[in-house]
C-alpha cells in the first residue's frame, strides 16, 4: 500500500493505492480544500487510513509531490510526509507537480499558474523552469501541444504564442502522483529523507523582499 500527498495548488489531495507489479489500484482518494491544510490534511490522512482498515506501519511507501506551487502548501505537506515516515523510515517518492500534469495529458511539456503573470513550465527533457510572457515567446518550445490544467496558464500562454496548442485536463491529484510513480517504488527508487526539499523553482516572498530590504541597507 501507498499514499499520495499533494498540497502543492490551489486544491490538493491526499490518496491510498494498492501496489501490484509497476501499476496501482486506487483504493480511496480525499479532495483538501486550499489554504485550510495545515488544519485539514493530517486529520484526512488518519481517515484514509482508518477507512481501508490500515495502520501507519504498513505503508510500503510515500509519495510526495513536493511543488512547484504554493510555498505554504508545499511545506505543509512535506512536513507531514516527513513526519509520517520517520517513525518507520517509510520510503518516500518525491515528483514534480509538473511532471503529473505532463504524464496526466500524455505530453513532455506542461505548464501551471505561478501567479504574477508568470507559468511554472516544464521542457522536453524534464527541465523546469518559471517562464514569464517574455521567456515565453524567446523560448524554443516543441511543436507538440503543452499540457495545462488552468485558465491563468493556457491564457498566458495563448498571448505570449499564438497559436500553440495546448491540452487541457483537470489538475492533478495524488491519485495521479502515485499512478506515475509506481514504477519508481517497485524499483525502490526513494529520495533520502534528510534531503527531501521543495521544489519551488522561485524564491519565496520573505527572500525576495527581504534582500530588496538588505541590499537598500547596504547602499
Not at 520517520?86 to 495529458?105: C, D, F, H, I
Not at 523546469?128 to 488552468?150: F, H, K, Y
Request: charged share 20%.
Amino acid at each position: 500500500m501507498a499514499l499520495g500527498v499533494d498540497t502543492c495548488g490551489p486544491v490538493g489531495s491526499v490518496a491510498l493505492g494498492r501496489l501490484s507489479g509497476g501499476l496501482v489500484e486506487l483504493v480511496s482518494e480525499t479532495e483538501l480544500e486550499g489554504r485550510s491544510y495545515s488544519a485539514t490534511l493530517v486529520a484526512a490522512i488518519d481517515d484514509l487510513l482508518t477507512r481501508a482498515g490500515l495502520q501507519l506501519s504498513q505503508l510500503h511507501a510515500l509519495v510526495a509531490v513536493n511543488g512547484p506551487g504554493s510555498f505554504t502548501g508545499v511545506r505543509v505537506g512535506l512536513s507531514a510526509v516527513k513526519g509520517l515516515a520517520e517513525p518507520g523510515q517509510t520510503p518516500v517518492v518525491a515528483v514534480s507537480r509538473l511532471a503529473v500534469l505532463a504524464w496526466k495529458v500524455g505530453v513532455e511539456c506542461a505548464a501551471l499558474d505561478a501567479h504574477r503573470h508568470e507559468v511554472f513550465l516544464r521542457l522536453a527533457g524534464g527541465r523546469e523552469l518559471l517562464a514569464g510572457r517574455e521567456e515565453l515567446s524567446g523560448l524554443a518550445l516543441p511543436g507538440g501541444p503543452i499540457g495545462v490544467c488552468d485558465d491563468s496558464a493556457a491564457e498566458l500562454i495563448a498571448d505570449a504564442r499564438p497559436g500553440l496548442a495546448m491540452l487541457r485536463v483537470a489538475a492533478p491529484t495524488a491519485g495521479d502522483a502515485l499512478r506515475l510513480c509506481a514504477g519508481l517504488v517497485q524499483a525502490r527508487d526513494f529520495v533520502d529523507l534528510s534531503l527531501l526539499d521543495g521544489h519551488y523553482l522561485r524564491r519565496s516572498d520573505a527572500e525576495i523582499f527581504g534582500a530588496g530590504t538588505a541590499g537598500a541597507g547596504r547602499a
